[in-house]
């Protein structure tokens, strides 16, 4: 198996941490960008000769371009760039304010766009890489109180569907990973983000905020686990567009598709009926 080097954001916990660890373990180099390089001592100190770290706070934009070439002075390229780093946010709409949505936006999608940007025309010089985009299974679907949080995600996610297909040719890939609940520091008390909860709202989402409350600490998702199956997937042939992780983001990114395509069907002779009767159909280059 041919080693690669990885870029990693948000590596301090949760997927960041299990991710860069088990690249390790499979004899990968590791860059990790993190807002506090002393959280991850003890993985330098295991690993001095193929992990490195560099301090990054994703909303720094202009800071995207020395990441890449640190990588690439200290291990000679990047192969795999794992936009990780991220924050929760519960509210309802109307009660997010306009800074709290701007943040959630420079952290999930104008942050990772930044890096992506600065790491593209080295995998374009070597015809390859990989773009890891760490999603949820808010990106694909919302529900009450999350609203701002999949704004981002869906946002992310457009924007990497896109990519994806713009890269092809190049040889560089792209996946879009969609997690349920997993067992990381997420939903902890001071890490998940919260919007005041306004009297308007309260009967509606308190059930929401108690749920995300009662989640820490047992949720379903092993990080391990599905860092292993990251790291399997880069290195192999075959990689998803989309990869949903654990059994209740397949079972409800399914149940919305369904739910969606019915919806379609139903208004599909209106929504159709808004054509010009005598126009030809569309004919694109893609």
Known sequence: MTTKTWIITGVSQGFGRELAQSALRSGDSVLAAV?????????ASEYPDRFATVQLDVRDTAAAPAVVRQAEDRFGGVDVLVNNAGSGMIG?????????????LDVHLIGPAALVRAVLPGMREQGSGTIVQMSSQGGRMSFR????????????EGWSEALASELESFGIRVMIVEPSRFRTAFNEPGVLGRAELSATY???????????SAANGVQEGDPAKAADIIVDLVHGDRLPLR????????????????????????????AGSADFVDAAGPVRPF
């Open 145 to 156: 109180g999350a609203g701002s949080y999949s704004a981002a995600k869906f946002a992310l």
């Open 92 to 104: 309802a709409a109307e009660d997010v304010t306009e800074a709290q949505l701007r943040n959630l």
């Open 202 to 212: 309260r009967d509606i989402l308190a059930p929401v905020f108690a749920d995300m």
């Open 35 to 43: 807002r506090r390089p002393e959280s991850v001592d003890d993985i």
């Open 243 to 270: 990869l949903p992780l654990g059994n209740e983001a397949v079972r409800r990114i399914s149940d919305s598709y369904r739910r969606n395509l019915a919806e379609l069907q139903v208004w599909a002779d209106v």
